[in-house]
């Protein structure tokens, strides 16, 4: 008890000092005095994540252009060592907790009782339990360093220039060699008319059928057009989908699937794009502007 208030007395110095130097940025930056507040605050690694009351305290926090939130960062790096800082609604958190208790209580699934605990509680421990996890677009090595905290986790990479870019390639082997993760690239063979018939009919899930054949028991992957399906020899997951946390930007994004974009220059499958990324704002998974964004990447890429 002792150590908890201890930490309690700490975390609270901290936030007091964080208001400060948000203020002093505000003023800097030639932007109105106001009122915030911070109700939590979470140091993982080199990402500060700060807890807000609101959506207008976390507005206050990042600033117009995220300039204060910038700046706060740059003063923050040295003294801390953190590169990322993540300006969260404290509400968000309390709904995406009572999500996690509501899938607990209809999900049987030992390995999907156990990322809930993990979520749920602070002092889960890794397991040794084996499941696979599928790296190849966007969001992926963000589910891949979740899991790796939870799991022994076995990364598998479909490697086919047309899917994998060179830059998505480098990013992914560069975050494997960093965290000391087992991976693979599995060469992946596929015809002109298999290509041609993947971008026509819009190609997320195109890889459901290659995974089961391949693997058994629990696998992760982002390339299902569903939250879990279940098959003979075992399930396949698509992680955010079931667990739908905030993401924003950094350098653990990678690229959209190439197959998507060019499916996307064909009307049908642009407005299934465009629902997709609407559907992952709604259930809070997308930040507004981030999705925007997205859209105008693509919607950029369509015209090259």
Same mark, same amino acid.
């Given at each position: ?10 975390k609270e110095?901290?936030i ?8 002093k940025?505000?003023?800097?930056l ?8 911070? !109700?939590d605050?979470?140091l ?12 207008t ?7 117009p252009?995220?300039?204060? !939130? ?20 404290y509400?968000? !958190? ?7 208790k509501l899938?607990?209580?209809?999900f049987n699934?030992r390995?999907?009782? $156990?990322?809930c ?11 040794d339990?084996?499941v696979?996890c599928?790296v190849? =677009? ?5 589910s891949?360093?979740?899991l790796s905290?939870?799991?022994?986790v076995?990364?598998?990479?479909y ?5 994998v ?7 992914? $082997? ?13 060469s992946?063979?596929i ?17 459901k059928?290659?995974?089961? +054949? ?7 992957t982002? =390339? ?9 020899k +075992?399930?396949?997951?698509?992680f955010? /989908?079931?667990?739908?946390? /905030?993401?924003? /930007? ?6 959209y699937?190439p ?13 299934k794009?465009i629902k997709?990324?609407v559907?992952?704002?709604y259930?809070?998974?997308k ?15 369509w015209?090259?």
């Amino acid at each position: 008890m002792q150590e908890k208030a201890l930490l309690q007395s700490k975390k609270e110095k901290i936030i007091n000092n964080l208001k400060k130097d948000i203020l002093k940025i505000r003023e800097e930056l030639g932007l109105a005095p106001t009122n915030f507040e911070i !109700v939590d605050i979470n140091l993982d690694g080199k990402v500060l994540t700060i807890y807000t009351k609101n959506r207008t305290d976390k507005s206050v926090i990042i600033g117009p252009g995220g300039w204060v !939130v910038g700046k706060l960062r740059e003063k923050l790096k040295d003294k801390f060592n953190i590169e990322i800082i993540k300006v969260e609604d404290y509400t968000d !958190v309390l709904l995406f907790k009572e999500r996690v208790k509501l899938i607990k209580s209809l999900f049987n699934e030992r390995k999907i009782q $156990t990322i809930c605990d993990y979520f749920l509680s602070d002092n889960v421990l890794k397991t040794d339990n084996k499941v696979v996890c599928i790296v190849q =677009c966007q969001y992926d090595l963000y589910s891949l360093s979740i899991l790796s905290k939870i799991f022994n986790v076995k990364a598998i990479t479909y490697d086919f220039p047309a899917l994998v870019p060179k830059m998505t390639k480098n990013k992914i $082997t560069t975050f494997i060699n960093e965290n000391n993760i087992d991976h693979e690239f599995i060469s992946l063979n596929i015809s002109k008319e298999e290509l041609t018939d993947i971008i026509k009919n819009f190609p997320c899930g195109f890889l459901k059928d290659k995974i089961i +054949g391949d693997f058994k028991g629990v696998v992760f992957t982002s =390339c299902l057009d569903c939250r879990i399906f279940k098959h003979e020899k +075992g399930m396949l997951i698509n992680f955010f /989908k079931l667990f739908p946390l /905030k993401m924003r /930007k950094d350098e653990k994004y990678l690229n959209y699937c190439p197959l998507c974009i060019q499916s996307c220059k064909l009307r049908q499958n642009s407005e299934k794009f465009i629902k997709k990324i609407v559907e992952e704002v709604y259930v809070g998974f997308k930040e507004p502007t981030d999705a925007t964004e997205e859209i105008l990447s693509v919607v950029k890429a369509w015209r090259r």
